[in-house]
């Protein structure tokens, strides 16, 4: 059987069609899911009868096992145990704007990215789509809120697991799913140079994130080894393909590394990367894990490399901090968790 919450709009009709009901149907069973929260077919209160009675037989109510949070006044952070007892890390961020929630899109994650701790966990397996919805059905409905922005960033690499992050996408911004805007919506990639083309050809208009984290293929080959496979030029060109066929800005981040990626002469080589292009810079304070040795840069250096930004006429903002006092490095709830199993 499958997780009910797994059901895009364009499977819902090619489902009620071949089972012998009109598409339009597909419409109630969103209704109930999403917009009145059944969370069982003796919820579903919008939906045919018969077919409510035709859908329990191929389809599941999924729950969800928070094993653990950790909150603060600003920020949530949740540990998810799978049904397979895998486990993934979501991020409750309380803002003035309102309520944003970073997801996982995969149980750990094979990028090894150097300062990311993640990545020093080799992937299990991708989500599926159900298990990208419930993260924010759970959230939503334990913590009686709506949330406003969805970053794609949590564990894994989103473009590795396309399939199911398109699938997640078409139920997060269809009007009887989870409704929201898809300007609201960001996914974050490491540089899987393909998948930016096919994300920027693909219907839809939610933003694209890339974690850079250098100017340079030598100092991003040492962070990121993606970098060896998709060089720097390459990827700033995807990226700005994507700015211009989706008319939107593309947002680099940049996590600030002490005497590694944080110089002036960097700062330069950064700005003349991004000419003219639509490209954004978020500079990261880096939020550091107890298994690496980086550190983070000082407040003269990250001010140094913003104001030779800011003279370049480069878009530059320093990201809010989240979630540093809850050992919110990425995966460290995970990680720890983990070990602590295996003693």
């Known amino acids: 059987m499958t997780s009910i919450y797994s059901l895009t709009p364009i499977k819902a009709a090619e489902y009620l069609l071949s089972s012998g009901f009109k598409a339009s149907q597909a419409d109630n069973i969103f209704k109930d ?6 969370c069982s077919f003796d919820e579903m209160k919008y939906t045919a009868r ?30 998810f145990k799978l049904s397979d007892g895998n486990y993934i890390e ?14 996982s899109t995969q149980s750990g994650c094979n990028m090894g990215c150097k300062f990311c701790c993640s990545g020093k966990l080799k992937k299990l397996r991708d989500l599926t789509i159900s298990e990208m919805i419930m993260q924010v059905l759970y959230i939503e409905r334990t913590e009686k809120i709506k ?19 398109c699938g997640f996408l078409d139920i997060a911004t269809y009007g009887h799913g989870l409704g929201m805007g898809a300007k609201h919506i960001t996914v974050s990639t490491c540089g899987l140079i393909p998948k930016i083309y096919e994300f920027a050809d693909r219907d839809n208009n939610c933003n694209l994130a890339i974690s850079l984290h250098a100017p340079d293929n030598e100092t991003r080959n040492t962070l990121m080894p993606v970098n060896q496979k998709y060089p720097i030029e390459e990827l700033i060109k995807a990226a700005k393909y994507f700015s211009g066929k989706r008319n939107r800005k593309v947002l680099l981040e940049y996590i600030m590394l002490e005497g590694i990626n944080d110089s002036k002469e960097q700062a330069e080589k950064l700005a003349e990367l991004i000419g003219d292009s639509r490209l954004f810079v978020n500079l990261i304070p880096y939020n550091p894990s107890r298994e690496d040795d980086f550190r983070r840069s000082n407040e003269e250096s990250i001010r140094a490399f913003y104001d030779v930004l800011k003279k370049k006429n480069v878009g530059v903002t320093r990201r809010r901090e989240f979630g540093g006092e809850l050992n919110a490095a990425c995966g460290q709830l995970r990680s720890d968790r ?5 003693v």
């Open 147 to 165: 949330i406003s922005n969805i970053t794609v960033m949590g564990i894994g690499e989103p473009f590795d697991n396309y399939e199911n992050l």
């Open 33 to 38: 899911i999403y917009a009145f929260g059944a």
């Open 50 to 79: 018969e077919l409510v009675s035709a859908l329990s037989k191929d389809f599941y109510f999924e729950k969800f096992i928070c094993e653990e949070i950790c909150d603060s006044e600003s920020t949530a952070k949740y540990l």
């Open 338 to 342: 983990i070990k602590k199993e295996e």
């Open 90 to 103: 979501t991020v409750l961020m309380r803002q003035e704007f309102g309520n944003a929630l970073c997801i």
